[in-house]
């Protein structure tokens, strides 16, 4: 569940005691705004750079952040979606779209995806990065509790399960977590009875796990924007961008790398 960049997260420490928002962040405006984003793809591009040449990414983040003056927040976003190319056409090659679960099971990175559900709703600023991976910078992994918008966020994964014809769906949630046994109560409550578009219904199952990206690796059908993750799973769908595309329009999306040059949604 946890985003391996994250735990690397430059502004952690200033927040560990205090739940953060889904909403939006007061500085968005001025750092994602239109000459900051100008910048932050420049700056993405020298980190891609660094990570293909061997360079550890904390490192290249630092050095392209004091380069650029980038704020925290800012080298958080770089942080996050920096992959080398090498990462990057890897996870395009195993990329597959939600039609390919008809019939078979999701694996999903409950929380990973459910928190990126709760910041598309609530307002919250959302990255895209080089693979066309939905990620966001609301930092909750240690602070977790259920908000308005988590109800929504499990029916549009319901909707979006049942689109796909997924016959089974494995919800995989960090243990360590607070408040994991809440959502796994809300997600078998409103999900346990999904139907599929052929009447027949969906089986779900919601467990707490000590890691749940172990369990990911390897496996095929899985949803997740964890950067491990993508990279060690045999196979895995943009479930989150596809959501956010159909039933959130008005979803505050930063493209981290230009859309017509990119690898698309």
Known sequence: MTDTDER?????????????PRGGHPDD????????????????????????????????????GDHHQLAARQRLALQRSACSEAQRASRL????????????????DGFNLIITL?????????????????????????SYAPIAETDAAIDLLGGALSDAGAARARVLLDAAVPSSGKLRAR??????????SSGA??????????????????????????SVVLDRCARWINL?????????????IVDLVPRAEGPGA
């Open 8 to 20: 690397h997260d430059p502004t952690a420490s200033s927040r560990a005691s205090e739940p953060a």
């Open 29 to 64: 405006a001025r750092l994602f705004g239109p000459e900051a984003v100008a910048k932050l793809r420049v700056a993405l591009e020298e980190v891609t750079w660094l990570l293909g040449r061997g360079y550890p990414l904390r490192t290249a983040i630092r050095t392209v």
């Open 93 to 108: 090659a195993r990329r597959a779209p939600a039609s390919s679960l008809r019939g078979a099971e999701a694996n999903i």
């Open 118 to 142: 709760e910041v598309a709703l609530s307002g919250g600023l959302l990255l895209r990065g080089p693979e066309g991976v939905l990620r966001d910078l609301a930092g909750l992994r240690g």
């Open 187 to 196: 997600l078998l409550e409103r999900l346990g009875g999904a139907p599929l």
């Open 201 to 226: 219904p969906i089986s779900i199952e919601a467990t707490l796990v000590p890691d749940p990206d172990r369990l990911l690796v390897g496996a095929a059908g899985v949803v997740s924007s964890d």
């Open 240 to 252: 989150a961008d596809e959501i956010v595309a159909a039933h959130v329009p008005a979803a505050r």
